[in-house]
């Protein structure tokens, strides 16, 4: 079945211990993106990519960067995690960037900062 | 700014009938998209809506007012199954998704 893969669905880091999350796709969207979830609250768009153009939200931290090397592979790391950045993470993707842009969810990471 | 208004949380019995209420400001309107989201898990997409009126799929239809900036999601014979939080998010002008917080439905016996 085509679908999202996040790895790990669970993460413990210590605070400032960088940590990289990864997301694959076997859907070929040409659309991926990262929002971070806390609990009850809307997800944040933190990034999206069109294919390779690499698109930051004017208010994503610099302390999270993203990666996509090819089409079925984004990652996103955070270089120096605090505590407010406890959130689960959830990596999507479209088909296109356009009006109708269902947007397709892996299972999530939950990152913990201890 | 762009706002999505959902109420924060619903509480209905099995089998019964519930309808969530959305309400949207955004620059510009391009589609508005219901998800439902299980406590722990990703959100999976239950509906679409970008003209005016109804839309039925199962036991889930879906409403939208272009000119009142209004939603709801009408979900009947409700099961237990169905206790999640139902996220409204509309495409802007720009295409993004604009995402309101979502309504934790609690479903009681």
């Known amino acids: 079945d085509a679908m999202v893969i996040q790895n790990p669905r669970y993460q413990v880091t210590q605070f400032g211990k960088p940590v990289t999350l990864s997301c694959s796709q076997t859907?070929?969207?040409?659309?991926m993106y990262w929002y971070q979830q806390k609990s009850s609250q809307a997800p944040k768009l933190l990034f999206h990519y069109y294919d390779k153009d690499f698109n930051n939200e004017a208010d994503t931290p610099d302390n999270f960067q993203s990666r996509r090397p090819n089409t079925s592979f984004c990652f996103l790391d955070i270089r120096s995690p605090g505590l407010g950045d406890a959130a689960m993470y959830l990596c999507a993707t479209s088909t296109d960037w356009s009006s109708y842009n269902e947007q397709f969810f892996g299972p999530g990471t939950r990152l913990t900062v201890l | 700014g762009q706002n999505i208004d959902q109420p924060t949380e619903m509480t209905a019995t099995e089998g019964a009938i519930v309808q969530i209420n959305c309400t949207y400001q955004?620059?510009?309107?391009?589609?508005l998209f219901w998800y439902q989201q299980h406590a722990g898990e990703a959100p999976t997409f239950l509906s679409y809506n970008v003209l005016d009126g109804l839309e039925e799929k199962g036991r889930f239809s879906s409403f939208l007012s272009r000119s009142k900036g209004y939603s709801y999601l009408l979900l009947k014979e409700l099961q237990m199954k169905d206790s999640a939080s139902y996220l409204c998010a509309v495409t802007d002008s720009n295409y993004q998704l604009i995402w309101g917080a979502g309504t934790k439905l609690i479903i009681k016996p």
């Open positions: 955004t620059s510009g309107f391009n589609g």
């Open positions: 859907l070929n969207h040409n659309v």
